[in-house]
Nanobody, 128 residues
Framework: QVQLVESGGGSVQSGGSLRLSCTASGYMHTAFVMGWFRQAPGEEREGVAAIDNDGATRFADSVKGRFTISQDNAKNTLYLEMSSLKPEDTAMYYC??????????????????????WGQGTQVTVSS
């Protein structure tokens, strides 16, 4: 089965940077879309950034210009480079994969309900 494992989370001060990684295994084929989502306590899961198999990207307005998403297909790894971090970025961050094409064909790259596979999450805490 498909397995996604996130790493790279931690605690940083406002203005700092982190690089999250998501290593995938058990793939039978390339996902249509890979994405990063986050969820703070008591809040809904929010789409942060996503990249499709053509390299097109999407970003939430709240992170645009501060976060970058990329992937290394040879290493089966997805990255989220986060800079200028703010306390409101504090959340559990998850990577997700759309193999069925639901996110891709609906142009819903930041919609958590369109993704089939999820990692366990990595915590990001930004202090002021």
């Amino acid at each position: 089965q498909v397995q996604l494992v996130e790493s790279g989370g931690g605690s940083v001060q406002s203005g700092g940077s982190l690089r999250l990684s998501c290593t995938a295994s058990g793939y039978m084929h390339t996902a249509f879309v890979m994405g990063w989502f986050r969820q703070a306590p008591g809040e809904e899961r929010e789409g942060v950034a996503a990249i499709d198999n053509d390299g097109a990207t999407r970003f939430a307005d709240s992170v645009k210009g501060r976060f970058t998403i990329s992937q290394d297909n040879a290493k089966n790894t997805l990255y989220l480079e986060m800079s200028s971090l703010k306390p409101e970025d504090t959340a559990m961050y998850y990577c997700a994969a759309d193999f069925a094409g639901n996110a891709y064909y609906n142009d819903a790259y930041l919609d958590a309900s369109k993704f089939e596979y999820w990692g366990q999450g990595t915590q990001v805490t930004v202090s002021s």
